[in-house]
């Protein structure tokens, strides 16, 4: 029987406290990853999920670092690297949010916003931590893009620009360090149920579950499942890819 095994690899995980994030590091544990916690602001949150993993018999710490700050990326390598060891699992996760409106209504500002945390901030963390893979010659690197970026719906050119350009990035760096086993990949989520959802009661949302083929929206827990699918040996012939879970309502072409 197959089974996701990532025992004794080390993951970091950017955003760890958000919604998808904290479901990320819940699951990844579960297949025996240590967690790298990061944060940004919320360091009650990042303890207290720090703990969930340490129960579990799973080594985990918080790191916090503002992933638009080359500095304060490089830092929190460090850190990490002194008290967990070098990560063989890279999750990019975090961004920053902000109101979607359309173009002629949107800050210029949100435009910078959305550059800096999803392309600049994978810029900083693979400079920092694809070097050790490299020497180990071992590594999964995981970027989280969206179906905004196949789709280019109204009302959020931001983020669409910013995480086609991630797009482009990612795939530049899974062909330069292919050759040091190291794979490179995106994951694309569409509109996601997490627990802030569940709390409110508003998994369904009708107009949109009609434009998914599966006729509704995936759950926070179908995307770390195929985070952690990534992450694990059975994905090591895949790189380079940029994989949707939103239910078939993105379909690449060939």
Known sequence: ??????????????????????????ILSDCGADIAVHYNSNAEKANALVEEIRAKGRRAAAFQA??????????MHD????????PDIVVCNAVIQYEW??????????????????????VYMAKNFVPAMKEKRY????????????LAEPNCSAYTAAKKGLDGFIRVLAKEVGEYGITVNEVAPGWTISYRDRE????????????VPL??????????????????DLAS?????????????????I
């Open 1 to 26: 029987m197959l089974k996701i095994d990532l025992s004794g690899k080390l993951a970091v995980i950017t955003g760890a406290t958000g919604q998808l994030g904290r479901v990320m590091s819940e």
């Open 66 to 75: 503002d992933i638009t700050n080359a500095e304060s990326i490089a830092a």
């Open 79 to 86: 850190k990490i690297a002194t008290e967990l060891g070098n």
């Open 101 to 122: 409106t359309n173009v002629i209504e949107q800050d210029i500002s949100d435009y910078y916003s959305q550059f800096e945390s999803c392309i600049m901030h994978n």
């Open 139 to 150: 590594g999964r690197y995981i970027a989280i893009n969206t179906e905004c970026s196949a």
């Open 200 to 211: 409110n009661g508003s998994e369904k949302q009708e107009q949109y579950d009609m434009t």
């Open 215 to 232: 006729k509704r929206r995936g759950t926070d827990r179908e995307i770390a499942q195929m985070v952690a699918f990534l992450a694990s």
């Open 237 to 253: 012939f895949t790189t380079g890819a940029y994989i949707p879970v939103s239910g078939g309502r993105v379909m690449p072409g």
